[in-house]
């Protein structure tokens, strides 16, 4: 990079995005991608990715071609660099055959900065031609995993990006993704012919969202609790395993007076799309969905990831979680846990297809789940040490900041176990404490269990806590759910110990009505904001936002919103010095923010 480049890369991102400094090894990758050089980029959901390629394209002479494979949001990409005053468009099958031509000629005719072009447009012999004919700053591949055939993003079309360095070779190329591990990285490195590139790796971690994980009691409730407690009116993402639990869940919280819609796969992609769409461009909406609503989404202030059902491993629950809190406010994920999610997931398993190495596998993955669900210590050291990472105890987890009871249970655990043998190892947990507490049930005296010793036995303990005692029974492998009946439990290798005195069981305390209530927090996450004018800034923007059909994000962000409302600058040079305000949009909204502080 030319002495001078460094200085003009921050005047950049002082200008055109508003941004005082570089994040992380922003710096470093736009120095070495802006000198030429090929890079792989690894970083989180909301690490602040794309200015490691929306930067050297500035910097650079020529067109920066991104390769997206996200049609749906192109557009709004596009939109929000426009925005910035920088010169965006795209290519992909939404466009009419006129408005390609104008864009194509715009690229010619070198009048673009960024250009954002569909994998399987790319490599098509006419766009080929195109490119040849016109001057490249650079190849910017988004999401890379999509190579990797292992993955579940997987698109063939990126497998045809490795031509890119074989027609193009001193066009420099960056290829980013937020997918972790060793070995997607090296597939990326492979498929795409990055062995030169130099490689950015930054933490995996996200400081801003809040991981909790709360006991299963009516998980629904205990839901709308949380989201009328800590983020009324805010946008989140609720997860069901199955369609017709989005549907019924969805359809419960509007009759709660909340804005949720349902999305998944069954639904016809119209009524699907029209979701999609509420839920990036309105403030506020509860997306309730299974995992089919995934990459799609680009939307910075989703506040808050909730799973009313567990993942089916921690790969799956990270990449989830991560959609929260992409603009690097408070965000929370959120999830309840019980017993019958433990069973349904072991029963899909083993009567799921693959061979027995697929569902070893599938079980190893199921337990360092469950490992984390249990875990008396801070999620947040769990989950970064799953993906190779060391970390000290967090402060911002469930665990770290009302640190779980834990317990002696090894009277409660025989009892427990006795009472599966003795019942012949094919009830289910509730009839299991049914006995266990003495309750005369019509099924548990139709069976004789009230003539068993363990009738009763067990009556001094509430039925939260046999609950917990048996949810952490099959998660700590001493039970497992019988695949053939209903949830019934049967004892496991393990058990034999426990029965017979040998092994101390040390469990979790369950905490009922407790709930782990959030600490107070602004919910901004800045200090000293005004909660009336950051509402009323709100309303502004969802106005300019419908005026020029754009997601609220792409006028401001929440962050830079807030930011206004704890600074009430009262002039335009001051409001520039706001992050988020750069040069182009202080010029478009600045009179119409000054005049609304000022009434303020
Ligand atoms: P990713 O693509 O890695 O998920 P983005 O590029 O969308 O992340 O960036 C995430 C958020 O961080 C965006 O809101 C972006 O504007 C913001 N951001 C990125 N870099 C910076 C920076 N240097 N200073 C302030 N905010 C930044
Ligand atoms: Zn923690």
């Not at 019980?338 to 997931?345: E, R, S, T």
């Not at 053939?484 to 058990?495: I, P, Q, V």
Request: glycine share 10%; with cysteine; net charge neutral.
């Amino acid at each position: 990079m030319n002495p001078g480049t460094e200085d003009r890369a921050l005047g950049l991102l002082n200008t055109v995005f508003g941004f005082p400094a570089f994040r992380g090894a922003q710096a470093e990758i736009v120095r070495h991608v802006a000198g030429g050089g090929d890079a792989l980029v690894l970083m989180p959901t909301g690490g602040g990715k794309s200015l490691c390629y929306q930067l050297p394209a500035l910097l650079r002479p020529g067109t920066a071609v991104v390769v997206s494979p996200l049609i749906a949001l192109m557009q709004d990409q596009v939109a929000a660099l426009r925005q910035l005053g920088v010169r965006a468009a795209f290519l992909n099958s939404t466009l009419e055959g006129r408005e390609a031509n104008a864009v194509e000629r715009a690229l010619r005719e070198g009048e673009l900065d960024l250009l954002y072009v569909a994998p399987e447009r790319l490599t098509m012999p006419r766009m080929l031609e195109l490119l040849e004919e016109s001057q490249l700053a650079l190849f910017a591949i988004d999401e890379a995993h999509c190579v990797s055939q292992w993955g579940h993003d997987f698109r063939p079309e990126y497998l045809q990006l490795s031509l890119l360095h074989e027609r193009f070779p001193a066009v420099p190329r960056i290829a980013l993704t937020a997918t972790a591990d060793p070995q997607t990285r090296a597939e990326i490195i492979r498929r795409l012919a990055l062995d030169d590139a130099r490689v950015f790796i930054s933490s995996f971690d996200r400081p801003n969202i809040r991981y909790a994980i709360v006991d299963k009691q009516d998980a629904r409730a205990q839901l709308l609790a949380f989201v009328r407690e800590a983020h009324p009116g805010e946008a989140g993402i609720v997860y069901c395993l199955s369609r017709k639990k989005v549907d019924e869940t969805a359809a419960w919280l509007a009759g709660q007076g909340l804005r949720a819609l349902p999305y998944h796969a069954g639904m016809d992609s119209s009524a699907r799309g029209a979701n999609q769409e509420r839920f990036q461009r309105e403030d506020g909406v509860v997306m309730v969905a299974t995992i089919a609503f995934g990459m799609g989404i680009d939307k910075p202030d989703v506040r808050f990831v909730a799973h009313l059902d567990l993942p089916k491993s921690i790969e799956g629950y990270y990449q989830e979680t991560g959609r929260a809190g992409r603009d690097g406010l408070p965000a929370d994920a959120w999830m309840s846990y019980g017993l019958a999610d433990v069973v349904q997931l072991r029963r899909m398993i083993e009567q799921g297809e693959g061979g027995e190495d697929f569902r070893r596998v599938s079980f190893a993955k199921l337990d360092a789940l469950l490992g984390l669900c249990e875990t008396a210590g801070c999620r947040r050291v769990r989950l970064l040490g799953y993906f190779g990472e060391a970390s000290e105890p967090c402060g911002n987890c469930d665990t770290c900041l009302d640190p779980p009871q834990t317990w002696d249970a090894t009277e409660a655990a025989r009892k427990a176990l006795s009472c599966i043998y003795r019942t012949g190892q094919r009830f289910g947990a509730v009839h299991l404490m049914d006995v266990l507490r003495g309750k005369a049930t019509d099924r548990v005296t139709q069976w004789n269990h009230d003539q068993l010793n363990v009738f009763g036995a067990g009556a001094d303990l509430d039925e939260a806590t046999w609950r917990s005692v048996f949810r952490q029974l099959v998660a700590l492998g001493y039970a497992s759910p019988d695949h053939d009946a209903y949830g019934g439990l049967r004892l496991t290798e393990a058990a034999r110990a426990v029965l017979k005195g040998e092994e101390r069981v040390e469990m979790r305390r369950a905490a009922p009505g407790k709930g782990r209530k959030p600490k107070a927090r602004a919910p901004s996450g800045i200090p000293g904001g005004d909660e009336a004018l950051l509402a009323r800034l709100k309303a502004w923007r969802s106005g300019e936002a419908r005026a020029q059909s754009v997601p609220p994000y792409v006028v401001f962000h929440d962050r830079t919103l807030a930011e206004i409302a704890a600074a009430r600058p009262g002039s335009l040079d001051a409001l520039g010095g706001i992050p988020g305000i750069g040069a182009k949009k202080l010029e478009r909204y600045g009179p119409a923010l000054l005049d609304l502080l000022r009434g303020a």
